[in-house]
């Protein structure tokens, strides 16, 4: 394709080069998305109307399921209704507000998870001042600075992705990934913009991953003090899910774009994406529900099981 030509449409190779449906991946990431839109959607409307479940620690859990919704929205169902009537293509404005949710709803992801560190470190560290601290009106403030910096972050990425046309319009990818993008771009300058975007980004994500790492040393430096091993075990299970979604996250999306993306096709890049993408919506429900006896009895308190009932399961730690 010519420099000057202008490009008003991607296309989206995803997980092959070949023409036709790829009805294999699309309709796993179908399956994937829909378990995500399920089990998310259950924690958000449980954490929503059950009383109970008016805390902290559970209106977060809230906004996180909340954004993982839109997060998966945001990179998943194009691709795979897409790949199911074998078409290939999205549009100019589409791939710029594929990019801009995606990274607008990662990035309030962080934030949450961060913030759900600091809500562990007071309630376990401070208790006494836990209900002072983690006030209604202090989480307020503190959800939506989360989306205002995912706001900000995203427009910022998205006005240096595409800041100039394009070279060609074939991406290697299932989503409009920015790596991926830049790659297609038919000037150095709007690499090195986000270059620097990404570096701003970065260092503002590794200052979050130091201040939750932080948090949890201080967090297991005071469960060690803790005389009840009950209470040590009750504390862990509330820190232990949220620990395993930060790994999970964060790890995959800082290797995912750390690494110099590649112009061929790149099993790890896609990989990879699938990682920080797909599995933390459709896993963190499960983290989150597994051991966690409030959502279970909100859950059959919603569905109508008898008092008696949840009472002996609980007793019995199921």
């Known amino acids: 394709m010519a ?13 092959s080069d070949a023409s036709g449906p790829q009805t ?7 399956l994937a998305f829909l378990a995500a839109l399920l089990g998310n959607g259950l924690l958000v409307a449980l954490a929503t109307w059950d009383p109970q479940l008016h805390t902290p620690m559970y ?3 809230r906004n996180l399921s909340f954004i993982d919704l839109c997060f998966i929205s945001a990179t998943v169902p194009k691709f795979a209704l897409n790949a199911l009537v074998g078409r290939r293509t999205i549009s100019l404005p589409g791939c710029v507000l594929q990019v801009l949710a995606a990274v607008c709803f990662a990035s309030a992801e ?3 998870l961060t913030v759900m560190a600091y809500d562990r ?13 983690m006030s209604p009106g202090a989480c307020g403030h503190m959800a939506v ?3 205002l910096s995912g706001g900000i972050s995203g427009a910022m990425h998205t006005s240096a992705t595409f800041s100039t046309g394009f070279r060609t319009n074939e991406i290697h990818h299932f989503f409009c990934d920015i790596p991926q993008v830049l790659l297609l771009a038919d000037a150095s300058s709007a690499r090195l913009g986000e270059a620097g975007v990404t570096a701003l980004t970065a260092g503002t994500a590794l200052g979050c991953f130091a201040y939750i790492s932080s948090s949890y040393a ?3 430096s005071a469960l060690r003090s803790l005389a009840s091993a009950q209470g040590r075990a009750k504390a862990l299970s509330t820190c232990l899910p949220h620990l395993l979604v930060v790994t999970l996250f964060v790890g995959t999306g800082a290797v995912a774009y750390l690494k110099p ?3 061929r096709r790149s099993s790890l890049d896609l990989a990879l994406s699938v990682f920080y993408t797909v599995l933390p919506p459709v896993l963190n429900p499960v983290i989150y529900s597994l051991r966690n006896k409030d959502l279970r009895a909100a859950l059959g308190r919603a569905l109508g099981a008898p008092e008696s009932s949840r009472n002996a399961r609980a007793l019995s730690g199921l």
């Not at 294999?24 to 179908?30: F, I, K």
């Not at 560290?125 to 836990?130: K, S």
């Open 3 to 15: 420099n000057d030509t202008v490009v008003t449409e991607f296309v989206l190779l995803g997980f």
């Open 145 to 147: 600075a989360s989306y």
């Open 110 to 112: 962080v934030a949450v």
């Open 59 to 61: 209106f977060f859990l």
């Open 218 to 220: 201080r967090i297991f």
């Open 261 to 263: 993306p590649s112009r």
């Open 121 to 133: 470190y007071v309630a376990i560290c401070r208790p006494l001042h836990y209900e002072a601290v």
């Open 24 to 30: 294999l991946p699309g309709s796993l990431l179908l």
